[in-house]
């Protein structure tokens, strides 16, 4: 059972574009929402994470919009630039289980120059 | 090196065989994951350990995989009678919290098993 459904499965933006990509999750109990960028043959590794007590946060060109009500939060990569082309994970965990985190099944961005 | 470190990072095996899977955490971090990543999927939960326990094991899919951290640094994933549904790149992660908004999980770049 998929706790953490993620969508697109793939995305194309052109240089200076912006990338969304959206998350929905079931478990209320989920307390910690971050977002992994991975790289062919690489392993995840953090952008950016959000707690539900916030609305949104941003680092960067990265931003996360977090809607509690609907449990769905979103990423956004403002200014998308070609080193931007990844694969991103959203997850989820449990304050009692941090790090024992559920993943989406991940979008893969291409960035046109 | 600073990061995650794992090996090997290829690894062939034949249905039937065992294998051993080795990650080498950043040093002075207590806690450390094992993760399993088909291909196209996000990374599932195999274990977790906190020292040299398993504190959550819940993810371990069945009795064919076993995980150690007999001295609180380096883990072994063990998978015994490999099938072909095992083929996909296993990642290990550690951390130095285990919660809090601080924290932050660190991955190696994987071991990919292929079972033939």
Not at chain 1, 27 to 37: E, L, V
Not at chain 2, 19 to 36: F, K, M, N, Q
Not at chain 2, 84 to 112: I, Q
Request: hydrophobic share 35%.
């Amino acid at each position: 059972q998929q706790q953490v459904k993620q969508s697109p499965q793939s995305l194309i933006v052109q240089k200076g574009g912006i990338s969304i990509i959206n998350c929905a999750y079931e478990n209320t109990a989920f307390d910690y929402f971050p977002w992994y960028q991975q790289f062919p043959g690489k392993g995840p590794a953090l952008l950016i994470a959000i707690r539900p007590d916030v609305s949104e946060k941003k680092e960067g060109r990265f931003t996360i919009s977090f809607n509690k009500s609907a449990k769905q939060f979103s990423l956004h990569i403002m200014d998308s630039q070609p080193g931007d082309s990844a694969t991103y994970f959203c997850a989820a965990s449990r304050a009692d289980s941090w790090g024992k985190f559920q993943f989406g099944a991940g979008t893969q961005v291409v960035v046109t120059p | 090196g600073a990061g995650v470190s794992q090996t090997p990072s290829n690894k062939v095996t034949e249905k039937g065989k065992y294998v051993e899977l080795r990650c080498d955490p950043i040093s002075g971090h207590t806690a450390l994951y094992w993760y399993r990543q088909s291909l196209g999927q996000g990374p599932e939960f195999l274990i977790y350990f906190q020292g040299t326990g398993a504190a959550d094991d819940s993810g371990l899919p069945n009795d064919r995989f076993f995980a150690v951290r007999p001295e609180g640094s380096v883990s072994t994933l063990k998978i015994q009678r490999t099938e072909r549904g095992d083929s996909a790149v296993y990642l290990c992660a550690s951390s130095a919290r285990t919660g809090g908004f601080s924290g932050e999980l660190f991955f190696g770049e994987g071991s990919r098993l292929t079972v033939l």
